[in-house]
């Protein structure tokens, strides 16, 4: 879709158009000279916005469209902190299985992001939704470096560990999982003791 196609009407790329305009339609748009010179994002935020799509089949296409056009899956917002991990992380509906190649391992799994908090505090809901999450859950919990020692709750001193010891252990598996990874990579992720879940008189979080 051009200008010509729309009675000349110039079309700009904007977040709303990227969330909501049919992915065909953006994909047609953005391969045209003019539609990329008449985008109001970079490709980066183009990525950003296309992984907010609730369709999951439109966020995997056109997710796929801008990481083919050289995106960064590790692009984070300059306002708020949000990344690629925060947006598709979200409790929404998932292909998980389908969606899982899209965590991409140099997107930062500890950056905190405004009201999202940490990628991995998303995550944890997923737990509470239909499909199987596992196939999300073993991507993230493959990768080094999860800091779980990382302070969550400033008033109340609770670390992410607590957030996933802390839940029945039929959910997902999650707490057996992070007292693994803990086992592994140690409370912060750093290969550096403690490598057990810590009471909270022997703890030094970091925020």
Wanted: charged letters at 25%.
């Amino acid at each position: 879709m051009t200008s010509a196609d729309n009675g000349d009407k110039t079309i700009y790329l904007n977040g709303s158009n990227v969330r909501y305009m049919p992915v065909q339609d953006i994909i047609e748009l953005y391969e045209t000279p003019e539609g990329r010179a008449n985008s109001l994002m970079t490709l980066d935020e183009l990525l950003m916005k296309s992984l907010g799509r609730n369709d999951v089949s439109d966020r995997i296409k056109l997710a796929n469209y801008f990481l083919d056009k050289g995106a960064d899956p590790s692009y984070v917002e300059s306002s708020d902190g949000v990344n690629c991990l925060h947006v598709l992380l979200y409790p929404r509906e998932h292909d998980y299985e389908r969606e899982a190649p899209l965590l991409d391992e140099s997107a930062n799994i500890n950056q905190r992001g405004g009201k999202f908090g940490y990628p991995m505090e998303v995550a944890f809901y997923l737990s509470s939704l239909g499909g199987d999450p596992n196939f999300f859950y073993d991507e993230v919990f493959s990768r080094p470096g999860i800091d779980f020692g990382v302070v969550i709750n400033r008033h109340s001193g609770a670390i992410l560990a607590d957030m996933y010891l802390g839940m029945p252990s039929a959910e997902s598996g999650l707490p057996k999982r992070t007292e693994d990874y803990i086992a592994q990579h140690g409370l912060h992720g750093d290969g550096k003791p403690p490598f057990v879940y810590p009471p909270a008189s022997q703890r030094v979080g970091k925020d």
